[in-house]
């Protein structure tokens, strides 16, 4: 690291006495080295398979700090591309989203088909016939990908293991993020992308989706004027009736991710959520009862929120999405919320979430305001040359002898606690430190 002031990583990250500098919040060579070290080996989520239904499809999306096109090619297999040409590294698409059968560089006009080769090079006889080799020169493809429930991730190394081992046992929590109300397996579709730029360093946001739950009074206001899901049947702030009687979960995973979820009492029973709406209360109950029946045992977990190590979060009930935290810069975030609503509801249902997701969630949302305001504030404030002598206290019950749950696998405690964020950083170091997959996966720790 060239900056000497900045001691090494072991006295940036000190998880054992619960300390984590402010250099990884606001230092542009740790910025720099962590695209390197972290996001060109961690599995990161680039989209859902409902935003590229047909063939020739595409929606640009982000991976660390550079595009991507994520497309359906001519075949109907998903792909996804660094979206920079081969030539002089013009971006070959401009755009959001779309349907094309050949990627044209806007420059000097190479195209690519979209299963990434290299098909059209102008004047390719009397210019290049001989020299250039057009299988080498496609667009670059990520090492591997996975289509996991209809969301799209993907990696750059060739060794990261292969996705739902990434995942571990944080899988049975976003499980629940991504399947259907009624209990089905997948089935969700995006009905919208809110993206904007928080100032803001991009952990700020994924450290709060492990379950920071201590934060809730920064949601006051939220919570006076009742916007939750129910807010219509009770007047008690953000009440998701399901989640009423539950017992929450924090879980931090050896992997780096954590969850905050619940777990309802065997006897739980649908509470009536929809009084002023009988098409919603109806489907809602529907949902509750099928997926009972369907689950048993299994229905009792209920996700709340949880951050996929690096920079993918989840909001598990309603508003229930997907969050990429994009690296902008050290001290700002490309924000990215993916809304999801189960494919087959009906309009209503969809018409409601999509209002209830805006109101709650993304730029304008009223919560999201709240975490903003803080998050940029705690960056202003950490940025001077006193303030970065001292570094941010993660002791939440270090070394307390704290409630635990046996229910489920991951070190699962029945309060809130800052394991999981001490996790998160400890996987955070090992990446930056370059370790090999077996210490990336907490598997051991050589
Ligand atoms: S930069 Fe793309 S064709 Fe030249
Ligand atoms: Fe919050």
Redesign the pocket.
Known sequence: MSNLTIPGLDGLVDTEKGFISRELFVDSELYKEELDKVFTRAWLMVGHESQIPKNGDFFTSRMGDESVIMCRDKAGKIQVFLNS?R????K?CRYESGNTSLFT??????TYTTDGKLQGVPQYRSLYEGQLDRERNGLVSVAKLENYKGTIWATWDKDAPDFVTYLGDAKIHLDQALDCRDGREGGSEVIGVHKWILPANWKFAAENFLGDTYHNPSHRSVDLIGIGPSAAAGKKGRRDNEMEKAQHIWVSFPEGHGVHSAVQPSENEYMESFLDNPVLEEYFRHCYEERKARLGEHSRLLPFVGAIFPNTSYHGRQPRGLCAWHPQSPTSTEAWRFFLVDADAPTEVKDYLRRYYMRYSGPAGMTEQDDMENWLYATQASTGTVARRYPFNYQQSLGADIPSYEGYAGSTTLQPTEQMARGYYRTWKNYMSGANWDVLLGRTDK
Request: charged share 10%; hydrophobic share 25%.
């Open positions: 040409c030539h002089r590294g013009m070959v560089c806007p420059y000097h006009s190479w």
